[in-house]
Every structure is written in structure tokens, then in C-alpha cells.
């Protein structure tokens, strides 16, 4: 997207932009990791669907039942089925790669720890003089990257969608953002495209209400019933009393508490990415004061000391340590590589190797293997 601050302050949740062709994106996913993923990796109908002429098909036309011994598992993939509806003008929606394609989950890992928001990616392969989807509205932001062919999109404007603001063919390397909203379509021409849409599941101040209101749905207070046989007028007076018993209570609520409950909300809803975890657990044995540790590449460590504990926010999970793990949790969450040892300012040394040894469990922490 170029210049990050400008595109910041000019089109992050205000407007489209366009990048003409830069650093290709064959090392997230190539068209032949796409072709392979669909011909041999055994996928479930949720793991693909396929769309024509703004159609989504049935997904019987591309799937078979699973063998009589496998009860209860989805239909699979019928490569070859694929493979003729594609032949026959359909785009083939492989979805949630991020959940399976290791490229694309660090990927999303890095951009998820920049922007603060979570993300899905779907790739989109299309034949050539096709259209998947009619003009459209997505409901989050999403990053297109063109990763093979060429595509003509098509975008108009949020609030005068007769307007046209973008009207730009694709080609390998060129880079779309298109904020929530914002109508568009895309065609290809003589030859088939094959794209990466990134979708950005943004987090806003409804999730801090939301989190507000749960709160205050335990509080006695608002969990009287309604007085029977009310009026208009009664009603009313009903309503004003409890929005200024609910101001008094906004007026005392614990800050520390809701950011709590928004941050676990927020941070605790990405997949791990355990690479290389079986060794890991192999080498906990070995590990000793002067082992050197770091931080698994993508992990997430957000801490919220409390009076009596402390809580430690991971990618999927939250984790309980006495208040005694404070200082050393302080120092794990903001190095990136260190020795047993230098816990040692905190801890005992036996305290300081249970917890290493917990955090590596927990995929926080990798030891270093010396070659």
C-alpha cells in the first residue's frame, strides 16, 4: 500500500486504493500451490465452494460422500468435478487458507500484530472471459493481491454508487484495498486470473459497549422485572429511571475490568501457529539456566496484573500465574530472546525453569537449538 502513514490517514476506512504491480505474492501462495491444494489435499466441502455468474453452486455438482466407514464427516472434494465447473466458467472460492497454508497464517500473524485486527483469507481462481460475483457490498475492509493472470475490477464509490473511483485491470503483483462498503465487481479477460482476497475483521467501539453491557446485566439494579400493567406515560418514567441508574453506573465502573474483558475479546481469537511444537516438547528435558530462549515468531503476550494474579492474553487462551510472575512475565513479554538466568532476578531458579518450561508448552516460547 505504499507509504503506511499515508495511506493511514487517506484510506484505511475512508477510501480505495490502488497499487500498480510491486513484489509478487507467489511466496504466500503460487497458482500451483492453489492447483495443488485442490487436486490432492483431500479438502472438505467448507474448504471450497465454486461461484458463476454471481451464483454460488450446489455443492453437490463438486462433491462426493465421504466412504460408508466415515460417518459424520463432510462431503469431500471432487477434484475432477472441480476441475469441469471451472472448465465451464466457474470461480473456484478455496476459503480460510489461513487456517492451513503455513505462508499464508505467518502472513496474516504479522499484519493481525500490526493493524490490531483479525484476518481471514479466501484465494479466488477464475477462468478466462468469466464472472464470479455481481457488483457487491463487502461487510469488512479487504486487501486483493493479484497473484496470477489479469482481472478488470471495478469500484464505485460508498456513498454515490453510481460513481466510479476505480476502473483498473490487475496483473501479478498489483495490490487492491477496498473499505468496508464500498460496491465492486471484477471480471476476467482472455486469460484466467487467480487472486488473494485478505479480509480484515476490524474491531470497534461496539465491541468496548458490548463488553460494557454484559457487565451491567449482573448488576441487581437492572434485573428488576417491569412493573405490571404499564402505560405509555409509566413506561417512560420507567425508562428515564433506569438510563440514570445506568449513568450513575457507567460513572463507577471498572476501567481495568472492561479492557480486560475487550482485550480477551480482541486477542485471544487467532490460531497459534505451532510450527515444530512436537520437538519443542522434546527438548523440554534439556533445558537449563544458561538455555537460550525466544520468542516464537507470531505470538501474542498481552498482561493484566491483578491484586492477587496476574493474566496472561496468548493468540487462543488466556493463562492464570500467582502475582509472584509478574516481574519475570514483564520481561518475557518484552524480549524477543533470552537465558533462563536472566529470570533469575524475579524468580528462584527452579521457579524460573517451570515457568520456561510452561511457556514453551503453551507455544509462547521456543529453546534454541545449537547446531
Known amino acids: 500500500m505504499g507509504d503506511v502513514d499515508r495511506f493511514l490517514e487517506r484510506h484505511w476506512d475512508r477510501a480505495p486504493l490502488l497499487r500498480a504491480p510491486g513484489e509478487m505474492f507467489d511466496d504466500l501462495a ?19 465452494r465454486m461461484v458463476q455468474d454471481g451464483k454460488t453452486l450446489s455443492t453437490g455438482a463438486y462433491t462426493r460422500a465421504p466412504g460408508k466407514t466415515s460417518k459424520g464427516i463432510e462431503r469431500l472434494v471432487e477434484p475432477a468435478a472441480v476441475v469441469a465447473a471451472y472448465a465451464g466458467g466457474a470461480t473456484i472460492v478455496l476459503e480460510s487458507l489461513h487456517r492451513y497454508w503455513p505462508p499464508l497464517a505467518r502472513f496474516c500473524r504479522d499484519l493481525e500484530l500490526a493493524l490490531g485486527h483479525r484476518l481471514q483469507v479466501n ?16 461487510a469488512h475492509d479487504v486487501f486483493v493481491l493479484q497473484v496470477s493472470g489479469g482481472k478488470h475490477w471495478i469500484v464505485y464509490d460508498r456513498d454515490e454508487p453510481q460513481h466510479v473511483l476505480i476502473d483498473e485491470e490487475m496483473t501479478p503483483g498489483a495490490a487492491l484495498y477496498i473499505p468496508t462498503g464500498f460496491p465492486h465487481a471484477a471480471t476476467t479477460g482472455r486469460g484466467a486470473s487467480a487472486h488473494l482476497t485478505v479480509g480484515i475483521l476490524t474491531h470497534d467501539g461496539r465491541d468496548v459497549v458490548r463488553e460494557t453491557l454484559k457487565l451491567a446485566e449482573d ?13 405509555e406515560d409509566g413506561l417512560r418514567d420507567v425508562v428515564e429511571g433506569q438510563l440514570t441508574e445506568l449513568r450513575v453506573w457507567l460513572d463507577k465502573i471498572d476501567v481495568d475490568e472492561v479492557t480486560h474483558r475487550v482485550a480477551r475479546k480482541v486477542m485471544t481469537t487467532a490460531q497459534p501457529i505451532l510450527g515444530g511444537q512436537l520437538g519443542q516438547l522434546a527438548l523440554l528435558d534439556r533445558i537449563r539456566p544458561d538455555t537460550q530462549v525466544i520468542r516464537r515468531a507470531g505470538a501474542t503476550c498481552a498482561l493484566f496484573p491483578a491484586a492477587t494474579k496476574i493474566i496472561v492474553l496468548l493468540a487462543d487462551r488466556e493463562l492464570e500465574m500467582p502475582v509472584s510472575a509478574r516481574g519475570a512475565m514483564e520481561t518475557i513479554a518484552r524480549r524477543t530472546s533470552f537465558t533462563i538466568g536472566e529470570l533469575h532476578d524475579h524468580l528462584t531458579p527452579q521457579s524460573a525453569l517451570i515457568l520456561v518450561r510452561r511457556l514453551v508448552r503453551e507455544g509462547l516460547l521456543e529453546v534454541v537449538v545449537d547446531d
Open 30 to 48: 503460487s497458482l500451483d500451490d492453489l492447483d495443488r491444494m485442490i487436486a490432492s489435499s483431500g479438502l472438505h466441502s467448507s474448504s471450497l
Open 219 to 231: 448488576e441487581p439494579t437492572f434485573r428488576q422485572r417491569l412493573p405490571v400493567g404499564l402505560d
Open 123 to 138: 484465494a479466488y481462481i477464475t477462468p478466462p472471459s468469466s464472472r464470479g460475483f455481481d457488483v457487491h457490498k463487502d
